[in-house]
Nanobody, 115 residues
């Protein structure tokens, strides 16, 4: 069973950067589609980026295009979300998701963008 654990969140000023990590265990990821979701305060959880591990295709939600990059390290069985030029509206809990025959979620990591 796939287990996911996010890390790397924190408090950052507007314009700053963070890199989130999602470490997977219990399975390798080559058959999965991996995604990052965000739950902003008072809003529903939304998808912001995903990566098809079989063919490296990526997708980004419009508000993060050009600022966020999803990447992988197969040796570490980990995916990343590099976030640049962060804005206050990027504040929220960030979740990692793995989807194959089932959907798996991590516990989330808090990102707060504030001066």
């Amino acid at each position: 069973q796939l287990q996911l654990k996010e890390s790397g969140g924190g408090l950052v000023q507007p314009g700053g950067s963070l890199r989130l990590s999602c470490a997977a265990s219990g399975s390798t990821l080559e058959s999965y589609t991996m995604g990052w979701f965000r739950r902003a305060p008072g809003k529903a959880r939304e998808g912001i980026s995903c990566l098809n591990m079989a063919d490296d295709r990526t997708w980004y939600e419009d508000s993060v295009k050009g600022r966020f990059t999803i990447s992988r390290d197969d040796k570490k069985n980990t995916i990343y979300l590099s976030m640049n030029n962060l804005k206050p509206e990027d504040t929220g809990i960030y979740y990692c998701q793995g989807w194959d025959k089932q959907i798996y979620w991590g516990q989330g990591t808090q990102v707060t963008v504030s001066s």
